[in-house]
T-cell receptor
Framework: KNEVEQSPQNLTAQEGEFITINCSYS?????LHWLQQHPGGGIVSLFM???GKKKHGRLIATINIQEKHSSLHITASHPRDSAVYIC??????????FGKGTRLHILP | DSGVTQTPKHLITATGQRVTLRCSPR?????VYWYQQSLDQGLQFLIQ???????AKGNILERFSAQQFPDLHSELNLSSLELGDSALYFC??????????????FGPGTRLLVL
């Protein structure tokens, strides 16, 4: 059965802290997506990974295929990073399963 | 602005009714995905179309159907609406060249309220 688990559910940190959000999945995937959803509801795709590591500004995403695990890191966090972060596994049967999301709150 | 447009932005209707949600993908994108986001279920994948053909099906109810037209825009039809169908409906598009997965670009969503 295709499953995606994300942790933590909620995370509050001080501005400047290094943030890590984790995502694990049950069976093989063809791609792992990290999404950001702001309070207004809009969804932005941050990364799509099938292997290795990607970096965009202060955001880094990694994936370990053998361990079926991905992490999203935010360096030098800022209050504007406050949002819900969602991972999604795109499985070999093309179905997509979402994690429950991590609500991140960065305090100034 | 992702380049993906969805209409309408908001829709209020009654139980038992039928509605159609529309999605125009980014120029050049061949795949359209439909998602439902409700408070209790979170984000769920409904269905994917690629270049006019259904490619993958998720948790889409039999009361719901979708299609992708030759100009690549897509419509999601929801019929015999129930209170529980109230949700945000997103579409996303991606290039998805044959055999590869690409980044998805999300539309702003349609907020459906069934009374």
């Amino acid at each position: 059965k295709n499953e995606v688990e994300q942790s933590p559910q909620n995370l509050t940190a001080q501005e400047g802290e290094f943030i890590t959000i984790n995502c694990s999945y049950s069976v093989g995937i063809s791609a792992l997506h990290w999404l950001q959803q702001h309070p207004g509801g809009g969804i932005v795709s941050l990364f799509m990974l099938s292997s290795g590591k990607k970096k965009h500004g202060r955001l880094i995403a990694t994936i370990n295929i053998q361990e079926k695990h991905s992490s999203l890191h935010i360096t030098a966090s800022h209050p504007r990073d406050s949002a819900v972060y969602i991972c999604a596994g795109q499985f070999l049967d093309d179905k997509i399963i979402f994690g429950k999301g991590t609500r991140l709150h960065i305090l100034p | 602005d992702s380049g993906v447009t969805q209409t309408p932005k908001h829709l209020i209707t009654a139980t038992g009714q039928r509605v159609t949600l529309r999605c125009s993908p980014r120029s050049g994108d061949l795949s359209v995905y439909w998602y439902q986001q409700s408070l209790d279920q979170g984000l769920q994948f409904l269905i994917q179309y690629y270049n006019g053909e259904e490619r993958a099906k998720g948790n889409i109810l039999e009361r719901f159907s979708a299609q992708q037209f030759p100009d690549l825009h897509s419509e999601l039809n929801l019929s015999s609406l129930e209170l529980g169908d109230s949700a945000l409906y997103f579409c996303a598009s991606s290039v998805d060249r044959a055999g590869t997965q690409e980044t998805q670009y999300f539309g702003p969503g349609t907020r459906l309220l069934v009374l």
